[in-house]
């Protein structure tokens, strides 16, 4: 009798899936997420929590002040999408880009001057994955305004993290000064540090340099 040769199986890993930005858009056009704020970040769907009153003041009040300071050649937008690559669609607190309103009437900004993370409950999110992130796009300033130690966190100049895990990861080191006097991201900080900012907690105040992520 001659043998019969059974095939086996090749075991193989279960992959990750991850969605493109125009696969998150369809999403959101057939109702998927039901009226929920949603941010896709390196292909991973991410549901936003309901704001509290706090958080909603802190980001009006924080974008009139860098309107102020950046004035009419940058636009500064609230909770809007930003695209950055295939996987990425986040929608920061507020960001300021290049340009006006109407220029970005048919296509979100793909970078941003500025981008500003309100941080209660979410702080060690911002400090971690919404930072690297911002890093791997080349966001040349990130500030989280951390309303649990009542400080500004200012981020710049992103730089190759030696210590990163299997995950590509980007740190955040602070290169070029505390706070870029002379520019615009550096008046609107000086506000923050002399505490005139107290829509977000009074007294905000204290410059923390960021450590490595």
Known sequence: ??????????????????????????????????????????????????????????????????????????????????????????????????????QYASQHPKSAALIVEISDSSLAWDRGRKASLYARAGIADYWIVNLVDRRLEVRRSPVADANADLRPRLRIADRVGATGEGQPVGSAAGELRRGRFDSVEPRLSQLDRPRPL
């Open 1 to 102: 009798m001659n043998a019969i040769a059974v095939p086996y199986a090749i075991a193989v890993e279960p992959q990750v899936r991850r969605w493109t930005r125009e696969e998150f858009h369809r999403m959101a056009d057939i109702g998927f997420f039901q009226g929920q704020r949603a941010e896709l970040l390196e292909g991973e769907v991410m549901v936003l929590s309901p704001q509290n009153p706090g958080h909603y003041t802190a980001t009006h009040r924080l974008a009139e002040l860098l309107h102020a300071a950046f004035g009419s050649a940058y636009y500064v937008r609230m909770q809007g999408p930003i695209e950055l690559g295939p996987h990425s669609e986040p929608e920061p607190d507020v960001a300021v880009v290049p340009g006006s309103r109407d």
